[in-house]
């Protein structure tokens, strides 16, 4: 199956990876985590880490002021587009496409400057009961060849869509891409959203309700960019892909489930990943019909 795609290269370190990597774990909101392949492996969150700066920027500063930066609506266009953005003059369609993760960024760096990775960082042990860092070559990799997201950051900034220290927003938004996790991690994450927002591990509660069905709806609308609906169709749940391979589902009321296979299709979405998750979703009758 990974064999009809590929592995990102545009952020050269993540195209050391091997395409034969696979890992599958699913987390019950009242049941222990299951898994299977290679679920030891640590790969970077990429845009998964968007779920992440999502709900801490709504939980932090409320919906209403996050929603006039960013958008929320579905857009069919690729996950680092420029293309609207100048041709609207308004802000970005989500904040699930670069430049409306980036614009979140913008927002949790105005609040808490330098501190702001750590207490993501935080945020996400909350969840996961484990802290794993981030891959600083990663980072740095995609530091070095981030021409198009700084594009989009200081086209964003021009226009008054931007507000700020762009690197330094640009800083915060690589290490969120690379913080490093497991499809257990993903799972976990899967399963607090799931759970109507409280932790598997703690039993604290992470995000409101209004925080939950938020991201919920988002995922499902736009978690796999110009392939969400494709994904709606084929697999039926809220999901959350990255470049790295990973994508992350939650399951309304019973799970969080966490998929890694490198290889991507050309929309930057893994092959293996969203084929485990329709034989998944089928199997275990996750539309519940
Ligand atoms: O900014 C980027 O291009 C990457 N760090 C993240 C993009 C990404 O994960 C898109 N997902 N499929």
Redesign the pocket.
């Known amino acids: 199956m990974s064999a009809d795609g590929k592995v990102a290269d545009y952020?050269p370190e993540l195209s050391l990876m091997s395409a034969e990597l696979f890992s599958l774990s699913c987390q019950g909101i009242d049941s222990p985590l299951i898994e299977t392949g290679d679920s030891g492996q640590f790969f970077t969150m990429?845009?998964i880490s968007k779920i992440l700066a999502l709900s801490f920027a709504i939980e932090n500063f409320g919906r209403d002021n996050v929603f006039r930066h960013v958008g929320m609506e579905a857009s069919a266009d690729s996950?680092?587009s420029l293309m609207r953005i100048e041709m609207t003059s308004s802000k970005p369609s989500n904040p699930f496409m670069?430049a409306g993760a980036i614009a979140v960024c913008s927002l949790i760096y105005k609040a808490y400057k330098d501190g702001s990775a750590c207490r993501l960082i935080a945020f996400m042990k909350s969840i996961t009961g484990r802290e794993n860092g981030f891959d600083e070559r990663v980072f740095a990799s995609?530091k070095r060849s981030a021409d198009r997201?700084r594009a989009l950051a200081f086209f964003m900034k021009s226009m008054g869509l931007l507000h700020g220290n762009v690197e330094a927003i640009l800083d915060l938004y690589f290490t969120l891409?690379s913080l490093r996790c497991t499809s257990g991690d993903l799972a976990k994450i899967g399963a607090m959203i799931a759970s109507g927002g409280i932790s598997i591990h703690s039993g604290e509660k992470i995000l409101t309700k209004e925080t939950v069905f938020t991201v919920l709806g988002l995922m499902s609308a736009c978690g796999l960019?110009n392939e969400s609906g494709e994904f709606a169709v084929r697999v039926g749940l809220p999901g959350k892909?990255?470049?790295s391979g990973g994508i992350l589902v939650s399951v309304p009321g019973r799970m969080g489930i966490g998929v890694f296979s490198p290889a991507l299709n050309a929309k930057?979405?893994s092959v293996a990943g969203i084929k485990a998750l329709e034989l998944l979703s089928e199997k275990l009758n996750l539309r519940g019909l």
């Open positions: 952020i990429q845009s996950f680092n670069n995609e997201n891409c960019y892909s990255g470049v930057g979405n």
